[in-house]
């Protein structure tokens, strides 16, 4: 029988256990000292009023480790399991916990920001806003990928809308302070998405490729019928399948300077 190792467990695995830890200890003073309780939310919540908030700078990280209640703490936890298995489609470890502390941080100034703006007096906790950050990163990278919903699939980019569009409704009712947090969260998500689909050196890569390549196909289609061509555009067919299957890299010096070449 395999011995069981914390190490061996996924990091978002690792971070529900350690949220849900802190969640449940804070939650369990409740029952055994309320006036000890009263202090630690104090402490580690976010509020709007500034004088209770009084320069507590950390509320902006630890409000994420707190929850109202068990389902609160569920919900958010199956919620973040499920979107870090879209995360990971395309994005690694390091990647995910920024996403998901910068979010949370995000969600607790745009919230603090907005509350403070329109008069809420209020405070938030709970991990929805970071959670909210990782799946709009998703969205901000790939929003025209297609996910299962019960017996169709649709774009990522209608569920996310439909998200947004109840919190921006929900504002109006109940828990306006967690539906700000959600807002924030998904804002910086979104951005964070954006920044590592439009800005990274490999995404840069994969842009001058398809210019190139663009360049090389309205070439090959001004001199289809002459059959010398036609070899070059096998030899373009067989290095555009490779890029395909294992990405630009995986393309020798040779076939990087034929395919440039071809310009």
């Known amino acids: 029988m395999q011995k069981f190792d914390i190490k061996n467990l996924s990091v978002e695995v690792k971070l529900i256990i350690v949220v849900s830890i802190i ?19 104090e402490q580690l919540a976010l509020f709007s009023n500034f004088k209770i908030f009084n320069y507590r700078i950390w509320q902006f990280v630890t409000y994420s480790f707190l929850h109202a209640d068990v389902m609160h703490l569920l919900f958010n936890m199956l919620m973040l399991y499920l979107f870090s298995m879209l995360f990971f489609t395309f994005f690694n470890n390091k990647q995910f916990l920024k996403a998901y502390f910068l979010g949370g941080i995000a969600a607790g100034f745009f919230y603090f920001l907005v509350a403070n703006i329109i008069g809420l007096q209020s405070y938030v906790v709970g991990a929805s806003g970071a959670v909210m950050a990782v799946f709009f990163t998703v969205v901000g990278y790939k929003p025209d990928m297609r996910v299962n919903v019960i017996i169709t699939t649709i774009p990522i980019y209608y569920i996310a809308l439909l998200s947004l569009g109840l919190d921006l409704f929900q ?3 109940d828990n306006a302070g967690g539906h700000l947090a959600h807002i924030g969260g ?22 001058k490729v398809k210019t190139n390549l663009r360049t090389v196909h309205n070439k090959i289609n001004q001199t289809k019928n002459n059959s010398a061509d036609n070899s070059v555009q096998k030899q373009i067919d067989v290095i555009l399948d490779k890029i395909s299957k294992s990405g630009y890299d995986s393309l020798t010096k040779e076939e990087k300077e034929f395919l440039f070449k071809q310009k």
Request: net charge positive.
């Open 171 to 173: 504002l109006f009712f």
């Open 23 to 41: 969640s449940v200890i804070v939650m369990l003073m409740k029952f055994a000292d309320a006036g000890f309780y009263k202090t630690i939310i």
């Open 186 to 207: 998904s804002i910086f998500g979104f951005c964070y998405g954006k920044y590592l689909g439009g800005f990274s050196v490999s995404s840069l890569k994969k842009s």
